[in-house]
């Protein structure tokens, strides 16, 4: 015994020196933290490849050979395409950050910037190639060994259109050359290249060395366009049109047999499109007039993609109004009139509109070409104007939707409903299927169509054939709607997994399980993963091949996630059969999406935890062996971390709830450690997230603050409709009261709250509540919800009724109707019992949340002599930007000195004491 006790104290001694070689994370330790980004696998599943980024600095793409293990880095590189063969990846570089730093401190015009430069990694040598002053990469997504990209080099002035051997061309030696941008078509495996001046636009084929190039050449009086195609297996170019004019949406088929484009001769601003075909070089133009269906007055657009059916048959592009110039007037600024106007009959209020307008200005209608028939038939119309293909736009139907009955109720009703239609994509006739609804699924055969009842809550199958519709989920006890739905709105379905080839099945999720359905209703719903609501565990289905039209049911992968003890994994099931799956790898960890190589068994996945880094698994579809590919983890070594735990306790009203709480690692239970608590609705199912340190966009970091000797708790919160306010109080202090009850080392003197958006008035709301915490941080709270009722979100230009009334603020009635609990929920009319200091950070371009719900509390407290301070970022939305990355960190350190010196006792910074006059802002940062 006395050997034990001996062995646990050195284990104890052991523990706390090695906590104590490690550092507690910094600010400036989030600039070198570096995260796995942008991970891609080739096509033949032997090479993973991926970026490796510090927070702020130099990166590296990196280039792993999965069954050697080898590894290349290239420092800068980004963006990475890997070519269809798998033979090089293509990707960009950057200039060394000490470049772009100077470069933008000493306001160099861009143009004058260094330009990314073109890197190329051959696979198979492991050899490097770079060109420098590069403009973006295209290559061919499947099968293709060419690649094309933009650069500039010194070419004479007259010069061809056509430059030979562009690479290693010795024109740009010349004295009387000069600078121009070219197009190289290039094969980095063979090296051969060709290159093409005066290029305005060019694609690949999808599936060939097909290139199809738009050349454009001006002069004082015209503009003339050439389209070249080039074929790289030949390493031939053919002129296949030239014409006066501006040429837009050049499209190859898959092959590069089939081409299409616009062409407009109009040499006014304003210019109108007319659409060409191709075929085998052939091109010939469509007429407008013989369009089936085409409403008068219109034409081809630019304003939408052309593109190929999957077996070329068809070609899809869009249509719309003939733009008109508009006569222009001579008056002065002072003369013309500058308003909008608000009308109670418009079905979308003024600041939406104003944020679409470009959108709805270059709204275009689809329609289809066929080859074979050499025939054209609209499809969209401003009827029913959204168009949903299917089969890549080889199925016969297609989904049309239209939401206008709608539109105008939305800014209340929170309901974005649809009306549904069957259209035939060869003649243009559209059926209606079914209104106001939200969705519709249609079989990958088109035999049949289900959708989710809003109104009765049963999903109903639709005969494609017949237009015969019947429930197929009403002889079913269990619900198919969110079950844990709080607010006053009707609860969405958990959706589809998918169908079974030729529509027999139909595969619907409830909460926890699969169902398989047979859509004509003559045989019996299947529970296919039967345990899941008894185990409380959800399965849900994978898709690991891109291009798949329906699940194998045999052996479909599947994810599984136990609400109960949050434990996660895979399993593979037999949806044809009633079993429980058979969870291959079910652990307390969380796992990531797995991605599968399109042709090999190889596939990657992540697993992790908050102590353990998401690297990269690489395993076949027997998932029997993995093993790591990638090394992040290794960066926890330097840092000391913390702990997390799931937590239980009865809230006020008697409901039992989930929580997480993070401590300190080498945590002292003799010790006292001050409390911060975080909330935002639920968020227990990440109990194995892992978190990066990274700076503030407005929430406390998970790790940043135990690693600084705070304890983080994170509780469920439920809502009772009409109390959003009272209901977060009492789940989050009745948790925090759980929690310090049952851990000692817990310093009840000092616990602070932080929450962002409605964690921001949660905070704001318990303040006015109770002076049981020393502090409090509140981002974007809503202080005033009789003010804030009638606001505009105007990141969307949508009215903010649709919150209160129906979605997450959960009163639940109109101001009218409801004024006491506006009122009720409202902290700005609780001012004056505020005693906790309040940080707040409200940024003064907030698109969800109105910037002046901060502004009013913050002047309320300010005239009660309340302790009260508000972080405005200029320019800066709801949350920091990402690429914010100073406003991050600033915001980082100022809430950490906020909460040091209320629940540590260090002496509080000058932007504290003193605040920072406006005079100051250039040059005094306050700390």
Not at 98 to 123: H, M
Not at 160 to 181: C, E, R
Not at 210 to 231: A, G, P, R, V, Y
Not at 703 to 715: A, D, E, G, T
Request: proline share 4%.
């Amino acid at each position: 015994m006395v050997k034990k006790i001996a062995l646990l104290a050195l284990f104890q001694i052991l523990t706390v020196s090695l906590t104590a070689q490690k550092k507690s994370i910094s600010v400036e330790d989030f600039d070198t933290w570096k995260q796995i980004e942008n991970k891609k696998i080739s096509e033949n599943g032997e090479y993973l490849v991926y970026e490796y980024n510090p927070g702020m600095g130099d990166g590296t793409l990196v280039i792993t050979n999965l069954k050697s293990g080898k590894t290349d880095s290239i420092s800068r590189g980004y963006s990475a395409t890997i070519s269809g063969k798998s033979s090089f990846v293509a990707f960009k570089i950057k200039a060394p950050i000490e470049i772009r730093r100077k470069e933008e401190t000493e306001k160099t015009k861009k143009s004058k910037r260094i330009k990314d430069s073109l890197g190329v990694f051959i696979l198979e040598t492991g050899k490097t190639l770079k060109y420098a002053d590069n403009s973006g990469f295209k290559l061919p997504e499947e099968g293709g060994d060419w690649l094309a990209y933009k650069t500039i080099v010194k070419v004479k002035k007259d010069t061809l259109s056509v430059v030979k051997d562009s690479i290693d061309n010795d024109d740009k030696k010349k004295s009387k050359a000069k600078n121009d941008t070219i197009l190289v078509a290039y094969n980095p495996l063979s090296k051969d290249s060709i290159a093409f001046k005066d290029v305005n636009d060019y694609t690949w084929s999808k599936s060939a060395n097909k290139l199809l190039l738009s050349l454009e050449k001006k002069d004082s009086t015209l503009t003339s366009s050439t389209l070249i195609k080039f074929d790289g297996d030949t390493q031939k170019f053919d002129t296949i049109f030239s014409s006066e004019g501006i040429i837009k949406q050049t499209t190859l088929d898959e092959k590069g047999n089939r081409l299409a484009f616009l062409l407009s001769k109009d040499t006014t601003d304003v210019k109108n499109y007319e659409l060409y075909v191709g075929e085998q070089d052939k091109v010939n133009t469509v007429n407008t007039s013989s369009i089936k269906e085409l409403p008068k007055g219109w034409l081809p657009s630019e304003n939408q993609n052309i593109y190929f059916s999957e077996d070329s048959k068809r070609m899809f592009f869009g249509t719309a109004e003939a733009q008109i110039e508009r006569e222009k007037d001579t008056l002065l600024n002072a003369e013309r009139e500058r308003l909008d106007i608000w009308s109670w009959t418009d079905t979308e209020l003024q600041p939406m509109q104003k944020l679409n307008v470009k959108k709805d200005k270059n709204k275009t209608y689809l329609a289809a070409y066929d080859f074979e028939k050499n025939a054209a038939v609209q499809i969209g119309d401003t009827i029913v104007p959204d168009i949903r293909m299917y089969d890549d736009g080889d199925a016969k139907y297609a989904i049309g939707s239209t939401d206008e009955k709608y539109k105008r109720a939305t800014s209340w009703s929170a309901l974005f409903l649809d009306d549904f239609y069957l259209v035939d994509t060869e003649t243009g006739v559209k059926k209606e299927l079914i209104t106001g609804q939200n969705n519709v699924w249609v079989g990958p055969s088109q035999k049949y169509a289900v959708y989710y009842n809003r109104n009765d809550s049963i999903y109903y199958s639709i005969n494609i054939a017949s237009q015969k519709e019947q429930p197929i989920t009403d002889k079913i006890s269990v619900a198919f709607y969110d079950e844990l739905n709080d607010t006053p709105n009707d609860p969405r379905p958990y959706g589809i997994a998918g169908w079974e080839e030729d529509d027999k099945s139909v595969f619907i999720y409830d909460r926890y399980d699969i169902w398989k359905i047979d859509p004509s209703g003559a045989k019996a719903p299947k529970n296919v993963t039967k345990s899941g609501r008894v185990n409380t565990t959800e399965y849900r289905y994978i898709q690991l091949d891109r291009d798949e039209d329906f699940i194998n049911p045999k052996k479909a992968l599947l994810s599984v996630f136990n609400e109960t003890n949050k434990k996660a994994g895979y399993a593979y099931a037999n949806l044809l059969k009633e079993n429980t799956p058979d969870a291959f790898i079910y652990d307390d960890y969380r796992f990531g999406n797995p991605l599968k190589a399109k042709n090999s068994n190889t596939v990657l996945y992540t697993k992790e935890a908050y102590t353990l880094y998401p690297d990269v698994l690489k395993t076949d579809l027997s998932f029997k062996n993995s093993e790591k590919v990638t090394n992040g983890g290794k960066q926890l070594d330097n840092y000391k971390w913390g702990k997390v735990s799931l937590e239980k306790w009865t809230n006020y009203d008697g409901v039992e709830l989930q929580g997480l709480l993070y401590v300190p690692e080498g945590l002292d239970p003799n010790k006292k450690y001050p409390l911060v608590s975080y909330f935002y609705e639920r968020l227990s199912d990440t109990y194995h997230r892992f978190y990066s340190p990274t700076p503030s966009r407005s929430t406390i970091n998970k790790v940043f603050y135990p690693s600084n000797n705070y304890i983080v708790f994170v509780p469920d919160i439920v809502y009772k409709e009409g109390h959003p306010g009272e209901s977060g109080y009492n789940c989050i202090v009745s948790g925090v009261e759980a929690m310090e009850a049952k851990y000692s080392f817990i310093d009840g003197e000092h616990m602070a709250l932080q929450g962002q958006s409605w964690g921001g008035y949660q905070t704001a709301y318990i303040v006015t509540k109770t002076d049981k915490f020393a502090a409090a941080m509140a981002g974007a709270p809503v202080s005033n919800m009789t003010s804030a009722y009638g606001g505009i979100r105007w990141g969307s230009g949508m009215s903010r009724m649709f919150q209160y009334e129906h979605t997450q603020s959960r009163i639940g009635g109109m101001l009218w109707d409801e004024f006491d609990l506006y009122v009720e929920n409202s902290p700005l009319f609780k001012a004056p019992k505020v005693t906790t200091p309040l940080l707040m950070m409200h940024n003064d371009d907030d698109g969800a949340v109105p910037w002046y719900q901060g502004i009013e509390f913050y002047v309320a407290l300010r005239r009660l002599d309340k302790p009260v301070w508000m972080l405005s970022y200029n320019d800066e939305p709801h949350n920091l930007k990402g690429e914010s990355w100073g406003n991050r960190k600033d915001l980082s350190i100022r809430m950490m000195q906020f909460f040091d010196h209320y629940l540590k006792g260090k002496q509080a910074p000058e932007w504290m004491e003193k605040g920072r006059s406006a005079v100051e802002k250039d040059y005094n940062k306050g700390y």
